[in-house]
């Protein structure tokens, strides 16, 4: 629609053209002036990134990525007898309470939820949890028994992703629900396929104290790795910008490098998908930033600048 589009049915200039709907005028209905694209504004509102700074935020991705190759790892020690449960347990209990240290060292000074929620509290939620998945780990080591391994696999896979998609990368803690039920689901179903999780010499052994160990393992990590983690790094992320991009680039090396121990292909894979993610999709966001062409005008709709929340009491 250009200026003057009224197809000669416009009158002389003794009648004024107005943007009016509610006043009968002697003009088509399509009809509009040479002022119309004085109006025109082009990107309004657009934000330039820096590439630097889009590295760092593509960084959380990365190491989100990094986490759930860990935890891969970390099953694939366990069911290949490379490690023992119990070591894996004892670690991660290290792990936790080098963390929560950490955590409480970086708090800020007049934090109300820090002085609300004292560390007796904290140690009765973990005891709490601890004592439901052992009481519940050979319950939890049965559930995929009836199902096949590929079904299970292909299980896992889908909610490592559905983690991935669904985590909230703009403010880590608390994480989101949905990312967090299906990394648990994942480890649960992870867990089923550990040895001596489904049949004995003597048939399926619902007591076995190794098999329920494996679960209860699996799912302390799981909390450890995609609960707890996360609210750690986003303390760091607050408190010290400087830490949180080395802590990323840390746990992408360990991750390659973890995956790298038993299969060397998947982290040739891994190392490009990380490399892809951090390095070359800000490239790319930035390259597109050229082309981005967003007009507005007079022909948008009209938006409501006032406060209505008035109207809603």
Not at 123 to 131: C, G, H, N, R, V
Not at 145 to 173: G, K, N, R
Not at 177 to 203: E, K, M
């Amino acid at each position: 629609m250009g200026a003057d589009s009224g197809s000669g049915a416009a009158p002389g200039p003794a009648v004024p053209w107005r943007k009016v709907l509610w006043e009968r005028q002697p003009f088509p209905d399509n009809y509009v002036d040479r002022r119309f694209l004085e109006e025109l504004r082009r990107n309004e509102g657009l934000r330039q990134y820096r590439y630097w700074a889009v590295v760092q935020e593509a960084g959380l991705v990365a190491q989100q990525i990094s986490c759930v190759a860990l935890f891969l790892t970390l099953w694939l020690y366990m069911e290949q007898g490379l490690l023992s449960p119990s070591t894996l347990l004892w670690t991660g209990l290290l792990c936790a309470l080098l963390g929560y240290g950490l955590y409480q060292a970086l708090a800020p000074r007049g934090d109300s939820d820090n002085h609300h929620r004292t560390r007796w509290s904290d140690l009765q939620s973990a005891s709490i949890f601890l004592s439901f998945t052992f009481g519940f780990s050979p319950i939890l080591r049965t559930l995929t028994e009836s199902i096949c391994t590929d079904t299970v696999y292909a299980m896992t896979a889908l909610m490592l992703l559905a983690h991935l998609v669904a985590f909230p990368y703009a403010q880590l803690s608390p994480p989101g629900s949905l990312s967090l039920n299906a990394a648990l689901f994942a480890s649960v179903c992870l867990a089923s396929r550990l040895p001596g999780d489904l049949h004995t010499s003597g048939g399926l052994d619902s007591s076995s104290s190794p098999s329920s160990l494996h679960t209860f393992t699996m799912l302390c990590w799981a909390l450890l790795v995609f609960a707890l983690w996360p609210c750690l790094l986003q303390r760091l992320r607050d408190r010290a910008p400087w830490v949180f991009g080395c802590v990323c680039a840390l746990v992408g090396v360990c991750g390659v490098g973890g995956l790298g121990s038993l299969w060397p292909g998947g982290a040739v894979l891994l190392a490009a998908l990380l490399g892809t993610v951090t390095l070359l999709c800000p490239l790319l966001l930035i390259r597109l930033q050229s082309d981005k062409d967003n007009i507005q005008g007079p022909w948008d709709e009209a938006e409501i600048r006032e406060d209505l929340t008035r109207f809603l009491h």
